[in-house]
């Protein structure tokens, strides 16, 4: 099926600036504030987004003075942005941008913040992109020093909680300083521009809606593939490891979204009631259902990689960097459909998809020489986002009836007349968080529901003493994840760069 071009419009992305805001980074001299908080922002300036009255405050422990600051943030834009980015463009962000050294768990800097940020007729919003033991800190200082107004935004990074028990715990701390409204639980695969196409795509036709069930779905793959090991992550991920740092939250939100039922509204306590009531329909996952594997070393010719018990410096090690398994949703919808969910680190790509795999149809009049086909919707969300949609036609040619499956692109990004921008998943969230949507981001009974399934699955295999299994480096996870697939008769989708 070809697009036909000259009939659909050409199509510009809209840049809405949004209201003039004071974004304060607590941590916005770490890692994640340089490779995406603070290129992100760049990018919203840059694309008109950003008004020239907002303000970004760094606040972080390092001692800077506002100088030193704008410097390390215009080398953060070069190093992962942009390397040469226009000067007059560049300077102008910069005089928004500046800094108070503070310290979360003292009282050094935050009379100067208070100072600063006191008084300001604007949106206020509180980026805490620190270490998870520094929320309850920050959210309290803040109250003390009159920062935390009925209208202040926090924003809260991963992990959130490690437990239903931490998890509450923390969901409790914030509750004492902000209410559920102020506050924007980020992961950022929901700011990805194919996870909200997806919604689009579901919701605004009526051609996958009747057959988004069990009656015509055979089942569904998750794949979060890294090709990245533990690096020097290592000793907080041992403490992790893929279920907690990938499964409970990213992978979770993705099976919501593609399982959820059409909210009434695309509004945000709309969609996330209905989000919420998929994790709760969630099935415990049986033992022979769960594969875990730690990925081994990997001697190249030039560099040896360490493998994960190496990584992480514990020769004993019972965490895994891989995790397969299969769940059912006990709804109406989804009654017998499998979900398969597979993620780790050092695989053989870096690829990201959700993949809709349809009944075959109920009789082929082709005959057996035909072979089987099956609609396959593909939702790639890295690399190359967009969706394609596999479809059956008759192979062209003279060779009589045979058939071939062609993908039928669906991100059209060609068809809208290739000036979409790309906007990175923490732009997006950023902005909405300045909007006020909270759509895309985790309510707290939601990442409770998550750990509520996730817990017991945990502590299972924690009582059994099981041990992950090695993998290959460079492979697509343990021999016995293909197992998994192979009983059920059927396969992972190959894992594509
Ligand atoms: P980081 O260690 O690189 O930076 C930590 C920041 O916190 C620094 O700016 C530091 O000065 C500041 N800080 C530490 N103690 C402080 C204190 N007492 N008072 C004030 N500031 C203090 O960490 P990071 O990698 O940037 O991660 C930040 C948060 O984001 C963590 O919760 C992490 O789990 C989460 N996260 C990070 C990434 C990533 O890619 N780096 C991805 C997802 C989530």
Redesign the pocket.
């Known amino acids: 099926m070809t697009v036909v071009q000259e009939a659909m419009p050409r199509m510009v992305s809209r840049v809405i600036p949004v209201d003039p805001f004071d974004l304060v980074i607590?941590?916005?001299?770490?890692?994640?504030?340089r490779?995406?908080i603070l290129p992100g922002l760049f990018r919203r300036y840059c694309a008109g987004q950003m008004p020239p009255t907002s303000r970004i405050i760094g606040a972080?422990?390092?001692d800077l003075d506002v100088a030193g600051y704008r410097q390390m943030v215009a080398e953060a834009i070069t190093e992962f942005s942009d390397p040469t980015p226009p000067t007059d463009k560049l300077d102008a962000f910069l005089a928004q941008v500046c800094y108070v050294a503070?310290?979360?768990?003292g009282e050094s800097g935050w009379a100067e913040l208070q100072q600063l940020t006191e008084g300001a007729d604007r949106v206020e919003a509180y980026y805490f992109?620190?270490?998870?033991t520094?929320f309850g800190d920050l959210a309290e200082r803040l109250q003390l020093w009159g920062m935390a107004g009925d209208e202040a935004r926090i924003v809260v990074?991963?992990?959130f909680g490690r437990d239903l028990a931490t998890a509450k715990a923390l969901n409790g701390t914030l509750a004492k300083y902000f209410n559920e409204k102020q506050i924007y639980r980020i992961d950022h695969y929901l700011g990805k521009e194919t996870v909200q196409n997806l919604m689009a795509v579901r919701f605004g036709n009526m051609l996958f809606e009747p057959l988004w069930n069990a009656q015509y779905v055979d089942h569904i793959q998750i794949t979060v593939a890294e090709t990245v090991g533990v690096g020097g992550r290592g000793e907080y991920y041992d403490k992790s490891g893929a279920m907690r740092d990938m499964v409970q939250n990213h992978l979770m939100q993705l099976l919501c979204l593609i399982a959820m039922e059409p909210p009434a509204r695309f509004d945000p306590d709309a969609v996330r009631d209905e989000k919420l009531k998929v994790i709760r329909a969630l099935d415990p996952v049986l033992p022979h259902h769960i594969m875990r594997g730690q990925y081994a070393a990997e001697i190249g010719n030039e560099v040896q990689q360490p493998s994960y018990r190496e990584a992480v410096g514990d020769p004993r090690s019972k965490t895994e960097s891989f995790i397969a398994l299969k769940t059912h949703i006990s709804n109406w919808r989804w009654a017998g459909t499998p979900f398969y969910m597979r993620t780790g680190k050092r695989m053989s790509a870096r690829s990201s998809e959700i993949t809709v795999v349809f009944k075959e149809t109920p009789h082929s009049i082709f005959g057996e020489e035909a072979g089987k086909h099956r609609n396959v919707l593909s939702i790639r969300l890295q690399p190359n986002e967009g969706i394609t949609l596999g479809v059956t036609i008759k192979e062209p040619g003279p060779g009589g009836m045979r058939l071939i499956d062609v993908p039928l692109d669906m991100s059209f990004a060609e068809a809208l007349g290739g000036d979409i921008e790309q906007v990175d998943a923490y732009e997006r969230l950023i902005m909405d968080v300045i909007r006020g949507n909270q759509t895309l981001f985790m309510r707290g009974d939601e990442v409770e529901a998550a750990w509520a399934w996730t817990d017991p699955i945990i502590h299972g295999w924690e009582a059994r003493g099981e041990v992950p299994k090695p993998y290959d480096s460079g492979s697509d996870g343990t021999t016995d994840s293909h197992e998994l697939m192979r009983r059920d008769g059927r396969k992972w989708r190959e894992v594509k760069p």
């Open positions: 607590f941590g916005g001299t770490g890692d994640l504030a490779r995406k972080a422990r390092t503070i310290d979360a768990k992109s620190v270490a998870p520094l990074e991963k992990p």
